[in-house]
């Protein structure tokens, strides 16, 4: 565990990187996370640092396995280091990223005020990704993973996972 | 500053992280809703990943081989520096809230300052935690106010819990000597100095929930030092218990 600043990833380590994805969810490569904060090869192996979404996520050790079979397949060691600083945000999810969410039903995160405003329940703007209708309330603060709030649509009634903002 | 004090201070914080996710792991299927009983182990697990944070770094500290399990799951209970509100056991919902809002309010006050050390490992593992704690104590006040401003039965049960809890909550705010000492070299928090934005919002948040404040000036003490209410030792015994039944087990 060290501390780490500013992201530097080896552009021809970027295909097999892309290629593994969040356990959790399974749409969402790594590198659209944005977990992955710097990736070199160093004397021969592939170093590479990785930041967690929420302390306690439970997919950043089945992802440090991940990356290290991955580049298995390709003949190439590698060594995975968890870093902490500095802390993931929301903001480094990739658009891409972002449009794979909301296809695979969850609403991605609102800015840092607007999110504030919906999780206490004071407007209504986050929308429905079924129905794309914004008249949805929140069920709890905390949905199946630490990453999401629960809430449910009032048009269409089904109920989806909002992608909390973390800043 | 030794590393063994640095350690001890670490414990001081990253002990109350451990034994109140513990506590409310135990709820882990038995919230009174699926929404609730889902929060509280996501809050679990925001403490206890905060918890393996802490426990890593002083392992890397204390240069004898110990690790992050060791260090979790095979002291003996007067080695362990939580204070004593968060071991206090789960009684009924309004009870684990409240427990949760003492703690909460002082964990966000904590860290905040936390994040200023200079020691680096430590401010980045508060920057993280500020995020995660900024939610529980969202989560914990919305409660408060709810069941405090609820129906007669809510409004009572609360009440109970924060007149039992009240006693705890001054301990949060006692200096032991490695806190002194990670003060003075710049590395810890002068938790004197967060007393009064403390009761301060806990007051705001107890008004709006038609709560009463207790008046007791009489508080419980000794968790920092290692000296437990006697839930500590049921509390360890289970937590304990795969690690002292199976040495070395890994999952």
């Known amino acids: 565990m060290t501390v780490e600043l500013e992201q530097h990833i080896d552009p021809n380590l970027i295909s097999v990187l892309e290629k593994i994805s969040d356990p959790e969810i399974p749409v969402l490569s790594i590198m659209d996370m944005g977990v992955v904060r710097s990736a070199q090869v160093i004397d021969d192996v592939v170093q590479i640092k990785i930041t967690p979404t929420y302390s306690g996520c439970p997919a950043m050790d089945v992802i440090g396995e991940d990356i290290i079979a991955a580049f298995q397949e390709k003949n190439m060691k590698a060594k995975v280091d968890l870093v902490l600083s500095p802390a ?19 609403a991605a995160p609102l800015e840092e005020e607007a999110d504030k405003e ?45 992608f909390k903002c973390l800043k | ?53 802490y426990y890593q770094y002083a392992a890397q500290l204390s240069e004898d081989g110990k690790t992050e399990d060791d260090i979790a799951f095979l002291r003996i209970e007067r080695q362990y520096k939580n204070v004593l509100l968060v071991e206090q056991p789960n009684r009924h919902f309004g009870y684990v809230i409240t427990r949760q809002f003492f703690y909460d309010v002082f964990h966000l006050l904590l860290l905040q300052e936390l994040q200023n050390s ?37 409004h009572q049960k609360v009440q109970d819990a924060v007149d039992g809890l009240w006693g705890f909550t001054d301990e949060l705010f006692h200096m ?14 002068d938790v004197t100095k967060l007393k009064e934005t403390y009761y301060k919002r806990v007051s705001e948040v107890l008004e709006e929930a038609t709560l009463t404040i207790p008046e007791t000036k009489w508080f419980q003490k000794g968790g920092k030092q290692g000296i437990h209410s006697e839930h500590m030792g049921y509390l360890l015994s289970d937590l304990q218990y795969m690690q002292r039944t199976y040495p070395n087990m890994k999952w």
């Open chain 1, 88 to 106: 993931w945000t929301t903001d480094w999810i990739t658009s891409r990223g972002r449009k794979a969410l909301e296809e695979y039903g969850i």
């Open chain 1, 118 to 162: 919906a999780l206490l329940g004071n407007k209504k703007i986050v929308k429905c990704p079924q129905c794309a209708s914004t008249n949805t309330k929140m069920i709890s603060q905390f949905g199946s993973t630490a990453c999401k709030a629960m809430f449910q649509c009032e048009d269409c009634l089904e109920p989806f996972d909002y």
């Open chain 2, 1 to 53: 500053m030794k590393n063994e004090n640095i350690i001890q201070y670490i414990y001081g914080i990253a002990d109350n992280a451990l034994i109140l996710g513990q506590r409310l792991s135990e709820l882990c299927g038995h919230g009174p809703s699926l929404e609730t009983d889902i929060a509280l182990t996501n809050m679990a697990l925001d403490l206890l990943g905060q918890t393996r944070s």
């Open chain 2, 176 to 189: 032991t000597e490695d806190d002194t000492l990670a003060f003075e070299s710049g590395i810890g928090v």
């Open chain 2, 118 to 154: 200079k020691d680096e490992t430590l401010s980045a593992i508060a920057k993280k935690a500020i995020k995660e704690v900024s939610y529980h104590q969202r989560f914990s006040s919305d409660w408060v106010k709810r069941l405090g401003d609820g129906t007669e039965e809510s």
